[in-house]
Each structure stands twice: as C-alpha cells, then as structure tokens.
C-alpha cells in the first residue's frame, strides 16, 4: 500500500479498527532502537478517549521499549503479511540487535513510515495503525502483562475501511489475520446482514 490510500481515521471510530479482534503487530522505539512483535491479545477498551490493550508478557524486548518511551503502536498486518507476521512473532528482535546489530526492520527488509505522534515505526502494507500512549498502571503491567493505551492518532487503508466501517470485498489480499492459537490463523470472512426480530407475544 501506499501513502495515496492512507487516511485519517477520527479517534471516535478508531475502536472499530480492533473491533474484529485481528491479530496485531505491536511496534515501539526507545533510545535509538526499535522492534516488532505479533500479538493475539489486544483490543478497544473505551470511547473517550479512546484506549486499547494489549498483552506484552515480561520476556519480550518490545516490553522494554514500550515501558522506557511511554509510546506504542498496533499496526493491523493484512494476510498478504502472513509472512512477516510469523516471522516477526517468532523470532528475538533482542537476539538480532546483540548478533548482527540490525533490528526486525532492517533484517527482513520491512519498509516502514512515520506517524503524527510516536516515535515507533508504522508498518507499510497494513490495513490500519494505531499511535498509542502508554497509559500507566504499574500493577496490570507487573501480575497481568496488560498495557493500556490512549489512542492519540490512528489511520487506515480506505480501500477496505471507510466512513468507520470495514468493507473487504474486492480486496482479499487485505483481509485481516485473526490468530486461534497453535500457529494456525484465519482470515476475516464477508460481511453479513442481520434484522431484528419481530417480538411474538402469546
């Protein structure tokens, strides 16, 4: 994707980019370095503000980065990223900066640009990305791994999100990822119309 289909998403729709439940990819910056990593566990928490969570368990690096810069974003890779994001989930970004002083970025030719707000890189290729502000709760973070952060800019790919809805048909190679455990994913379905039903009183 590129930055022509790239748009702004107002803060009071940017839940709906998480609604679905996708499995996301949460990047972060600190101190000149940076990192990437899959998560199963995040979702929209609240309206106004906005606010997500996300589950970072104490022995990822991106933990780290995340807790020293307060800043963190979900990008929402596509399936044609089904690749990048196995990679990226099961690989050490600490492991490679020690080994060959690269990141995740540079090892894997991930092509990335820059938000309004945070320093972590947004992902190209996604179909939607949210900057985040670490909003601290020392004791969620320490017994749960749970992070909470206020949305302060979020975007999407308007070809299959727009006037605050998701809209995929026509475009299956941008269809969200949606991890159900054991390394096995599914990819998000047609959409489906409902109506409410008539009250029968006896």
């Known amino acids: 994707m590129t930055a022509a289909h790239r748009r702004s998403v107002p803060l009071a729709k940017c839940y709906r980019l998480l609604n679905h439940g996708p499995t996301v990819l949460v990047s972060a910056a600190h101190d000149g370095q940076r ?5 199963a566990w995040a979702m929209p ?3 106004q503000p906005p606010k997500v969570t996300v589950v970072l368990d104490k022995s990822v690096w991106t933990r780290q980065l995340v807790e020293g810069s307060g800043t963190f974003v979900i990008n929402v890779p596509t399936i044609s990223q089904l690749d ?11 492991e490679i900066s020690r080994e060959k002083d690269l990141d995740k970025f540079k090892a894997y030719g991930l092509q990335t640009f820059t ?5 972590a890189p947004l992902l190209e290729g ?4 949210l ?16 992070f909470i952060g206020e949305v302060v800019a979020a975007w999407a790919d308007e070809r299959v999100f727009s006037d605050g809805h998701w809209h995929f ?3 299956d190679e941008l269809r969200t990822l949606h991890h159900v455990a054991g390394g096995h994913f599914l990819v998000i379905g047609d959409e489906v119309v409902g ?3 008539e009250r029968v009183d006896d």
């Open 126 to 129: 996604c179909a939607a990305w």
């Open 45 to 47: 928490l609240d309206f």
């Open 35 to 39: 990192n990437i990593m899959a998560a």
């Open 84 to 94: 990048v994001v196995e990679t990226v989930g099961s690989t050490s970004g600490l």
């Open 195 to 197: 109506k409410v039903l």
């Open 115 to 119: 938000g309004e707000v945070v320093e």
């Open 169 to 171: 048909e026509g475009h």
């Open 131 to 146: 900057e985040c502000r670490l909003m601290p709760e020392p004791h969620n973070q320490a017994q749960y791994d749970l």
